[in-house]
T-cell receptor, first 111, second 111 residues
């Protein structure tokens, strides 16, 4: 039982490049989330999907797009990466009001 | 405004002591409360859930909830150096919205 799987684990991009972060969960959860975490800033919600077919903006959506491909998969895309998007990205999933379960994270550096 | 407030720390305690971590929230209608532990460079890990007033114990961990005063706390008894981590408080606010996370309290247990 893998839980929440994120790929890749590490990535270095140049400014202006695009990239998609992948997330898959095998817990049959309805809801999925993307966060970024920067030193001293805590977890900040980028986008979430309450159920298959729906997506909503979180606290810091600018510069990102998401796709809920099916119930298992939720991807995060950076269309034109900027140095300010250097961060650790976490995907999480949950069922209703139950606690979220997190993936191991993607460490993204943009030069 | 949905807020979860935590003292950022660092909170330093000697090995074997009780560590007390506190969290306040802004909506009395909240029903679900969670504590996550995050080691440096790792993802958040759920360690306690609490849903009703009073105490909930799990091994060396005790979560305490006081809805009237809008605070939730985490006590760690017989603290060990391996407990050194950042502890995140998360609150499920009313309505179909994602968990709101505090920025975390960094705990350092000194051997």
């Amino acid at each position: 039982n893998a839980g929440v799987t994120q790929t890749p684990k590490f990535q270095v991009l140049k400014t202006g490049q695009s990239m998609t972060l992948q997330c898959a969960q095998d817990m049959n959860h309805n809801s999925m989330y993307w966060y970024r975490q920067d030193p001293g800033m805590g977890l900040r919600l980028i986008y979430y999907s309450a159920s298959e077919g729906t997506t909503d903006k979180g606290e810091v959506p600018n510069g990102y797009n998401v796709s809920r491909l099916n119930k298992r998969e939720f991807s995060l895309r950076l269309e034109s990466a900027a140095p300010s998007q250097t961060s650790v990205y976490f995907c999480a999933s949950s069922d209703g009001s139950q606690p979220q379960h997190f993936g191991d994270g993607t460490r993204l550096s943009i030069l | 405004q949905k807020e979860v407030e935590q003292n950022s720390g660092p909170l330093s305690v000697p090995e074997g002591a009780i560590a007390s971590l506190n969290c306040t929230y802004s909506d009395r209608g909240s029903q679900s409360f969670f504590w996550y532990r995050q080691y440096s460079g790792k993802s958040p890990e759920l360690i306690m859930s609490i849903y009703s007033n009073g105490d909930k114990e799990d091994g060396r961990f005790t979560a305490q909830l006081n809805k009237a005063s809008q605070y939730v706390s985490l006590l760690i008894r017989d603290s060990q150096p391996s407990d050194s981590a950042t502890y995140l408080c998360a609150v499920n606010y009313p309505g179909n919205t994602p968990l709101v996370f505090g920025k975390g309290t960094r705990l350092s247990v000194i051997a």
